[in-house]
């Protein structure tokens, strides 16, 4: 731009000159400033022109919507992974608390039974215990029953033996009627 306008500058200066050879200086400096620029102004512009606006109608429905799809798709899917995950930790949370349940509810049936089998067997215990006690009276009052009748027998035959050695002992302290005496 600084250049067209030192161009047309020159050109102004040079006022001097003929027309023509003004105007065809002029020319030649619009020419060498519009090739130093960046857009040519010749048919190309319009080549470009017409590729922009192609591609500005085609790129919105060739490219960006498929690709904003896309992305929402990949949100989606996403955002329903992340929802299937959540899910799928509050199943594992209630299968883990049913669990855990199952386990206590075990272990309490498991406690009961342990407690009614030991109760149990102790009332057995108890059981053979009164009957090993009973068992052991009754013998012991068996043999203490023989016991004394024993002593009574024995005490009998003492008796009786007494009085017979008695007699002997009368006897033979009296001098010789132990037959008298039996």
Same mark, same amino acid.
């Given at each position: ?72 798709? /990949?949100? !989606?899917?996403?955002?329903? $992974?992340?929802?299937? #995950?959540?899910? %799928?930790?509050? =199943? &594992? +949370?209630? @299968?883990? *608390? ?15 039974? /342990?407690? !009614?089998?030991?109760?149990? $067997?102790?009332?057995? #215990?108890?059981? %053979?215990?009164? =009957? &090993? +006690?009973? @068992?052991? *009276? ?45």
């Amino acid at each position: 731009m600084i250049q067209l306008l030192s161009a047309l500058a020159t050109v102004s200066q040079n006022s001097d000159l003929s027309q023509d050879s003004g105007l065809a200086s002029a020319s030649w400096a619009l020419t060498a400033v519009a090739r130093a620029g960046l857009i040519d102004l010749d048919a190309t512009i319009i080549t470009q022109a017409v590729f922009f606006l192609t591609l500005l109608l085609l790129l919105p429905s060739m490219v960006y919507r498929p690709l904003l799809q896309r992305f929402d798709q /990949r949100e !989606e899917r996403t955002e329903g $992974a992340r929802a299937t #995950a959540k899910a %799928l930790r509050k =199943q &594992a +949370r209630d @299968e883990v *608390a049913r669990y855990d349940d199952a386990v206590a509810s075990q272990r309490r049936d498991a406690l009961i039974e /342990r407690a !009614e089998t030991r109760a149990l $067997a102790q009332k057995s #215990a108890d059981e %053979l215990i009164a =009957q &090993a +006690r009973k @068992e052991t *009276a009754d013998h012991i009052a068996h043999g203490i029953a023989e016991q004394r009748q024993f002593a009574v027998s024995a005490r009998q035959e003492l008796f009786a033996d007494a009085s017979t050695i008695g007699a002997e002992i009368a006897a033979k302290l009296s001098g010789g009627t132990v037959a008298d005496a039996a």
